[in-house]
């Protein structure tokens, strides 16, 4: 992570829960909400995965942030273990975006990151449990930045590109 006072940086996106120190700005980009999602192709080879225990045929995508068990959890599905089922883990959100894409599983992942998919019926959401774990996706920057036209330009943006 960055710090703005060593590192020469005027804005970061940070995700997590504020407060992110003192002296710095943080406002709300948009909302930390998990879906599952899946390949429409995969789907209506598989089945829906909330029908009976159609999940167990699925294999599960991970990214770093594991959130696999605890959705589970949430929907309901924990009859399924986690050791029945196939899992295949990423060290990125992006990358087990795409293998969904690709229809080599179901991915979790922020509707923020896949709402375009979903409208491009690339993806679908392939069970309706939405998962909030308390983290969301921040602009921060310092109270009295180094250029602060540039830094309000800049936050502006990203404001009307979070709320498109």
């Not at 029945?84 to 599983?105: D, H, M, P, W, Y």
């Amino acid at each position: 992570m960055s710090n703005f006072q060593t590192d020469a940086v005027d804005l970061a996106v940070r995700y997590g829960c504020p407060p992110f120190g003192p002296g710095l700005n943080a406002d709300l980009l948009f909302d930390q909400i998990i879906v599952a999602v899946g390949s429409p192709l995969l789907v209506e080879k598989l089945g829906a995965p909330s029908d009976d225990d159609n999940i167990a045929r699925y294999p599960l995508l991970h990214d770093a942030h594991n959130f696999w068990p605890q959705y589970l959890e949430s929907a309901l599905l924990r009859r399924t273990t986690m050791a029945a089922v196939k899992n295949i883990r990423f060290n990125q959100t992006s990358l087990a975006i795409e293998a969904a894409v690709a229809g080599q599983g179901l991915a979790l992942a922020s509707t923020f990151f896949v709402e375009d998919d979903i409208a491009s019926g690339r993806l679908l959401r392939v069970l309706p449990t939405e998962l909030r774990v308390g983290s969301d996706f921040y602009v921060v920057s310092p109270r009295k930045p180094r250029h602060p036209h540039s830094v309000a330009a800049v936050r502006s943006w990203l404001a009307s590109a979070a709320m498109r």
